[in-house]
């Protein structure tokens, strides 16, 4: 079984420029999530999906921050413009629809530098 | 929101050591996982583990959901154990909050 797959796993720009990011979840898995980990911390979340529809985004910063997960598969988070602070590593994961059991699986992230 | 406490925040052992990492949580919880980070970032499973003990090789793991917290073991470790090892708790259906993390180093 394939796990979760990200890309890009390294990106670099200007502080007011816009990156995107992909990500595919685990097949079969309904409920994807979006984690922003920076340096020395553990990951927080920005964006939680079941499916196609969004579940909690109360910790996105919408004013720069957006994120959508078309026809419940992949998803794709965009963030214009970046800010300095936006340096860190975004990590997707993903679970099954099962409130009893929802381990989550993680994919290798994506290493964002804002200069 | 619940809080997740993690100690130590570092440990340096040598080769063939054993330890102990804790992970205190402050209200009930329907998840808990360990992970390990290795040093290309990557969040690696170690154990799915909201109640009781389970093993896995070198490492095995106990939460006790009464009292809220959970210890992760791990025996004669190795320099490939280095890294950060996180604690997560979540509720029903919700995302999963972090612990800051216990650095591990081992040296041969």
């Known amino acids: 079984e394939a796990g979760v797959a990200q890309s890009p796993r390294y990106k670099i720009i200007e502080k007011r420029q816009s990156v995107a990011f992909w990500c595919n979840p685990i097949?079969?898995?309904?409920?994807l999530y979006w984690y922003q980990q920076i340096l020395g911390q553990g990951p927080k979340l920005l964006i939680q999906?079941?499916?196609?529809?969004?579940?909690?985004d109360s910790q996105l910063p919408k004013d720069r921050f957006s994120a959508e997960r078309l026809k419940g598969v992949d998803s794709t988070l965009k963030i214009q413009p970046a800010k300095l602070e936006d340096s860190a590593v975004y990590l997707c994961?993903?679970?099954?629809?099962?409130?009893?059991?929802?381990?989550?699986?993680f994919g290798p992230g994506t290493r964002l530098t804002v200069l | 929101g619940i809080q997740v406490e993690q100690s130590p925040p570092d440990l340096i052992l040598q080769e063939g050591a054993n330890s102990t990492l804790r992970c205190n949580f402050s209200?009930?919880?329907?998840?808990l996982q360990w992970f390990h980070q290795n040093p290309w970032g990557q969040l690696i499973n170690l154990f799915y583990?909201?109640?009781g003990t389970k093993q896995n090789g070198r490492l095995s793991a106990t939460t006790v959901a009464t009292e809220r917290y959970s210890l992760l073991y791990i025996s004669s470790s190795q320099t490939t154990d280095s890294g950060v090892y996180f604690c997560?708790?979540?509720?029903?259906?919700?995302?999963?909050?972090f612990g800051k993390g216990t650095t591990l180093s081992v040296s041969s």
């Open positions: 994961a993903s679970s099954r629809r099962d409130r009893r059991y929802n381990e989550q699986f």
């Open positions: 097949s079969g898995h309904a409920t």
């Open positions: 999906f079941q499916n196609n529809g969004v579940v909690d």
């Open positions: 209200d009930s919880v329907n998840n």
């Open positions: 583990i909201p109640s």
């Open positions: 997560a708790v979540s509720q029903a259906g919700t995302a999963l909050i």
